[in-house]
């Protein structure tokens, strides 16, 4: 299974950006759907969830701020971004499992993962 990630873009801090995530291969109303962002030497770090019962999960680092929804006709998962801080910097991937268990941020909990997209936000 490939998700497919997009959405990343270069913008400046305030500004607003909206990842999508998408797949051909799986129904991700049935899965708990996440974001995670990597900063090169740092851990990977959960952005946002949705599980099978749309229930949504966020980071400390971005409640109030992002906003993760799931369009079960385009089968896609976005993450609305805004307003935009430079610490939103990074690669985002979304990743796919059917039960997270304990802690939706655990990344080694998900099976299946997109390519990733680069979100670079400027001060």
């Known amino acids: 299974v490939q998700l497919v990630d997009s959405g990343g873009d270069s913008g400046p801090s305030g500004g607003s950006l909206r990842l999508s995530c998408t797949t051909s291969?799986?129904?991700?109303?049935?899965?708990?759907v996440s974001w995670f962002r990597h900063v090169p030497g740092r851990e990977r770090e959960g952005v946002s969830c949705?599980?099978?019962?749309?229930?949504?999960y966020y980071g400390d680092s971005v409640k109030g701020r992002f906003n993760m929804y799931l369009d079960h006709e385009k089968n896609t998962a976005y993450l609305q971004m805004t307003p935009l801080k430079p610490e939103d910097t990074g690669i985002y991937y979304c990743?796919?499992?059917?039960?997270?268990?304990?802690?939706?941020?655990?990344?080694?909990?998900?099976?299946?993962w997109g390519q990733g997209t680069r979100v670079a936000v400027s001060s």
């Open positions: 949705i599980d099978s019962t749309a229930k949504t």
């Open positions: 291969t799986i129904t991700l109303e049935y899965y708990a």
């Open positions: 990743a796919a499992v059917g039960e997270f268990g304990r802690n939706w941020a655990d990344s080694e909990a998900y099976d299946f």
